[in-house]
């Protein structure tokens, strides 16, 4: 059993690893801007809401990604961190650059060697190299929200901390409405290719369970297949539309 701390919780992405780390027994901090509107997070399986973290429960508090103090206070203890936060009120590029400062610097702090993050499939590469945003007909409305995450991920690249970061997106797009299938596969970047926030946060856990990929973005999408694919893992990467809503 893990402690995981996920920012971002109550969004779609964040919501999804809560529940998933919470299937595999781990034991949950779930970081919120307002913890009195997420009351619903307390309902997602064996979760309590307040100060006290029970063995079968999650923790919902509130906290600032933005701010480094704030994610050492609130990390310290855990074994790994999870990243699914926007705040729609802050450029994209002020937003995902400080929060990987934060995070950073925050993390370390605390001593939390792992860190995962929810990317954009925009701004992985595809098959042929070329980033998914530069690719002929790739839609341009949000281009500066693809150009704030290719800055958060910069800065990780760049950071001479011990932090273990993995960038973690759909290959294409999120499949808003598709099931857990309880298998994904990792791919480059392609507009086409889906998988669902289910499957999505399986390929998260089990980078924490067992992490296989580090200092990378990593691109995930279902897989078609039949049956569990060895290791439990499933597939590779994709994007939310920045205009559906909080992570």
Do not use: C
């Amino acid at each position: 059993m893990s402690d995981v701390i996920v920012f971002g919780a109550g969004g779609r992405a964040g919501r999804a690893a809560v529940q998933e780390a919470r299937r595999r027994g781990h034991r949950v901090t779930a970081v919120v801007r307002d913890p009195a509107k997420y009351d619903d997070l307390a309902a997602d399986g064996d979760v309590t809401a307040g100060d006290d973290l029970s063995a079968d429960g999650v923790r919902v508090v509130a906290g600032d990604i933005l701010d480094a103090d704030d994610v050492a206070r609130l990390a310290k203890g855990h074994d790994a961190a999870i990243a699914a936060a926007y705040d729609f009120g802050t450029p994209p590029d002020v937003f995902f650059a400080g929060a990987a400062r934060a995070l950073l610097d925050g993390l370390s702090s605390a001593g939390v060697p792992r860190l995962l993050a929810v990317g954009l499939a925009s701004v992985l590469e595809t098959a042929s190299g070329t980033l998914l945003m530069d690719t002929p007909g790739y839609p341009q409305e949000y281009r500066s929200f693809y150009l704030g995450h290719a800055a958060g991920n910069e800065v990780l690249r760049t950071a001479t901390t011990g932090l273990d970061w993995l960038v973690v997106s759909p290959s294409g797009d999120f499949d808003h409405g598709g099931p857990r299938t309880g298998r994904y596969r990792t791919a480059p970047a392609e507009a086409d290719s889906r998988i669902s926030y289910a499957d999505f946060a399986i390929a998260l856990l089990d980078e924490i369970d067992s992490p296989a990929h580090h200092r990378v973005h990593l691109g995930v999408e279902r897989d078609p297949g039949t049956g569990e694919s060895p290791g439990g893992r499933k597939g590779s990467g994709a994007e939310e539309n920045p205009g559906t809503g909080e992570r």
